[in-house]
């Protein structure tokens, strides 16, 4: 029966510092996003899961963003202390190591992540980790390795065992010999140390190898001497241990993690249309009966209620969309922070864009080419055709017509329209905000208001139509033949 007991302290090392160089990219490496999220986010996330409580970050490239990245949201309040260190110059991963040692406090488990390793999962870690702790036949805990049998392990370290399958070493590739490169069960690079141990190996090693670095995968070979064991822990898929070291390697982890994600969903009993043309890059949390057409993006925080449909090529982020609500067809919406909220029974688009802070009730339409932002519209309110809403309040029924739009900009400050409940505000109207529409009230097409109306009145605010009887429109000049001077035809004009 394999431990589960997690020794403590738990320390997390995660080595980034390396370049990328064939990301070709400004971004250091492990910020490149996955699922809309740095690889060093997901690193992040499946160690938190671990509960440790101390993380150190080894960074080296664009060692200033990513300690900004950290100090970022994300992880600056996470449960446990968070601390970068730089490796610089870049000795290997040994020395990298070596450089997070001073932040590195007492005993327990010491588990080195890689940040571009991003899909392990923390079940996973969790076995690692459980495999380092001490047991009666291993006093000072066991140096645990998660190792992975590989098709094709040309550039990987190799386990060495001897004939009773104790692991004596890594040899890095360029390091081993030709029966050495036989063996397929490769080193990941992840592994947990017991941290006292770590201390006392870390600066006796040395850079007399093929490639004149600091091998973290010599201590491997000390454990052996000092006679602490080594326990090999096979990573449960490619996917979970695969490294990102190009656009390519990128996508192909992009595909995977999404697969993966249309599965779970699919599982929960969401209807997707094609498993294959989903994107989520955030957390998506479907009820029962929601329905999801091709090529929808959905990031952030989005919360789907039970029979919600999406139609196709949808994008929406930080969104709650209530029950039965229908989304069709483009239709683009992005609560950012303020977020969006879309009632139950809702009819959005197609084409249309909710931003943030557009809170709509109980069955409100919203048609194609209507844009709402910073605005409440009440149950059964409708905006059906080309219309901008902007820091409305929007009563319950009310008919905002076609190319209507809220003027809620004078060029410095923002203001708000209220249009209370039962209004009828007809197309191509301009509501000059600040301003009222009182409940019931009417407003005629092509109306500027810029005063507030009263409840139940018509108001119409338009040049009135004049109208002239019998009026002949101008002719046209009769043609002239090619080069003859016209003398009376008009010049440019001054
Ligand atoms: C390493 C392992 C190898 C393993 C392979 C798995 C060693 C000596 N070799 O090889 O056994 O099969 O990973 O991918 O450990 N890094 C630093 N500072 C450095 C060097 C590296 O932070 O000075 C970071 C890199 O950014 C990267 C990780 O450590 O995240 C691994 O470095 P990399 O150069 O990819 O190691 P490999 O030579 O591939
Ligand atoms: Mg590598």
Redesign the pocket.
């Known amino acids: 029966m394999p431990s589960t007991h997690i020794p403590s302290p738990l320390q997390v090392v995660v080595?980034?510092?390396?370049k990328?160089t064939r990301m070709k990219s400004r971004l250091p490496?492990?910020l490149h996003r996955l699922a809309g999220r740095p690889m060093l986010g997901h690193v992040l996330a499946a160690a938190a899961a671990l509960d440790p409580e101390r993380v150190v970050a080894?960074t080296?490239h664009g060692a200033a963003d990513v300690a900004g990245y950290l100090e970022g949201t994300e992880w600056a309040s996470a449960r446990f202390d968070i601390r970068t260190v730089v490796?610089e110059p870049?000795?290997?991963?040994?020395?990298?190591v070596r450089q997070a040692l001073p932040e590195l406090a007492g005993d327990g488990t010491t588990l080195i992540l890689?940040?571009?390793?991003p899909l392990t999962s923390a079940t996973t870690l969790r076995a690692l980790v459980a495999a380092s702790a001490p047991t009666e036949h291993a006093p000072h805990g066991r140096l645990a390795l998660l190792t992975i049998e590989l098709p094709d392990p040309t550039?990987?370290?190799r386990i060495v065992r001897n004939a009773s399958g104790e692991v004596l070493a890594?040899v890095?590739h360029k390091d081993a010999t030709a029966s050495q490169r036989l063996i397929r069960e490769?080193?990941?690079?992840l592994m947990a140390v017991p941290t006292r141990q770590l201390r006392h190996w870390l600066p006796r090693l040395r850079d007399d190898n093929a490639?004149g670095?600091f091998?973290?995968?010599d201590i491997v070979a000390m454990a052996v001497d000092d006679g602490v064991p080594v326990a090999g822990v096979a990573a449960p898929n490619p996917t979970e241990v695969a490294?990102v070291?190009s656009p390519a390697q990128l996508a192909a982890l992009e595909r995977a993690l999404q697969a993966q994600i249309a599965q779970d969903l699919l599982e929960q009993g969401v209807r997707l249309a094609d498993p294959a043309r989903l994107d989520v890059r955030g957390t998506l949390t479907c009820g029962q009966d929601v329905e999801i057409d091709v090529n929808c993006v959905f990031h952030g925080d989005v919360t789907l209620g039970d029979g919600v449909r999406i139609g196709p090529h949808c994008v929406i982020g930080n969104a709650r969309i209530e029950a039965d609500a229908v989304i069709h067809a483009y239709t683009h919406i992005d609560g950012e922070r303020a977020g969006v909220s879309v009632g139950a029974g809702a009819l959005i688009g197609p084409f249309a864009r909710l931003r943030p802070g557009a809170k709509l009730g109980r069955e409100v339409h919203i048609g194609n080419f209507v844009e709402v932002k910073n605005s409440t519209l009440a149950n059964g309110a409708k905006a059906n055709h080309l219309a901008y809403l902007g820091d409305a309040q929007v009563g319950e029924r009310v008919n905002f017509g076609a190319g209507s739009i809220t003027a809620n900009y004078d060029g410095a400050n923002k203001h708000r329209t209220v249009i209370e409940a039962d209004v009828h505000v007809g197309s191509n109207c301009v509501l000059v905000a600040p301003v009222t529409l009182g409940a019931g009230g009417t407003v005629g097409g092509g109306s500027t208001i810029t005063k507030h109306t009263p409840p139940g009145a018509l108001s119409v605010a338009r040049g009135k139509q004049v109208v002239i009887a019998n009026w002949s429109r101008p002719a046209k000049a009769p043609a002239q033949a090619p080069g003859q001077p016209q003398p009376d035809a008009p010049g440019p004009e001054a």
């Not at 870049?90 to 990298?96: D, E, P, R, V």
């Open positions: 080595l980034a510092a390396g990328g490496k492990v080894v080296g490796q870049q000795l290997g991963t040994g020395h990298a890689y940040g571009d390793v550039g990987y370290g890594i890095e490769t080193n990941t690079g490639q670095e091998y973290l995968t490294g070291n």
